[in-house]
């Protein structure tokens, strides 16, 4: 399935809520309670670019892939000035980098969207011969409360000024897959409207199952936190953060 394509253009946009500088932030504090100084970081799944733009104007080496390219067009307007950063077309489940990595992050539940647990076994091997000895892989998920209770089988709308999109879900609980459907109504010069419609599906994880992949793909440091603190998750946390070490 096809990600990311007229949605692309607006993802920014729509994508408002989400504060990067907080999940940049939050990666620096990661760092700074492990004694971790990298240099050389891989982002994976990067999108249009916002954190890749944060850890690049701070003077780290990134590497960054998607396998959008509509997705990494946006992407390389907001980079292609940083000098130390290089731009990938690459898939999670198959990249292939001729280099090892000080760290690599995937953020905004971009794992969600490996919808099989031998699929994500292969990104969690992909990650583990990317890294160096001593490195760190930082991700997080959509709860599997929040997919299968909040975002479940609800309906969401919303109106702006040039936008209006209608974002309805279902849980489909025998395989834990949230289908998201989404119809865009965008305004253009003539003040009509364009539609065009997208399905995202994001398979819901029990930290448990996590654990157990990360294990298998032969991590043996594994913490997770609630969203942006170093406390426990509860039992209806959102987002869990994971941080990883060989």
């Not at 919303?158 to 109504?185: A, G, K, P, T």
């Not at 364009?194 to 448990?208: G, K, L």
Request: glycine share 2%; aromatic share 18%; with cysteine.
């Amino acid at each position: 399935m096809s990600y990311y394509g007229d949605f692309s253009y607006y993802y920014d946009e729509l994508m408002d809520d989400v504060n990067y500088e907080e999940w940049y932030l939050y990666i620096e504090e990661i760092f700074k309670k492990t004694n971790f100084k990298p240099n050389d970081i891989l982002e994976m799944a990067c999108g249009t670019g916002n954190l890749t733009h944060y850890l690049c104007s701070n003077d780290y080496s990134v590497t960054c892939f998607d396998k959008s390219s509509e997705m990494l067009s946006v992407a390389y307007n907001k980079l292609m000035h940083f000098r130390k950063t290089k731009i990938l077309k690459q898939d999670m489940t198959s990249f292939n980098i001729n280099k090892k990595f000080d760290c690599i992050v995937s953020i905004c539940d971009s794992i969600n969207y490996i919808l099989d647990e031998e699929a994500l076994l292969k990104v969690f091997k992909n990650v583990y011969e990317h890294l160096n000895g001593d490195g760190l892989f930082i991700f997080d998920i959509n709860s599997f409360y929040k997919l299968s209770n909040i975002i479940g089988n609800n309906t969401f709308v919303e109106d702006r000024e040039d936008i209006f999109y209608v974002w309805q879900n279902y849980f489909e609980e025998e395989l834990n897959l949230s289908h998201f459907i989404l119809s865009f109504f965008i305004k253009d010069d003539d003040e009509m409207y364009i539609r065009f419609d997208e399905e995202h599906i994001e398979r819901a994880y029990s930290i448990d199952e996590i654990i157990n992949l990360l294990k298998n793909a032969g991590f043996h440091y594994i913490n997770y936190y609630e969203a942006f603190t170093f406390d426990s998750p509860r039992e209806n946390s959102e987002r869990i953060n994971f941080v990883v070490k060989k």
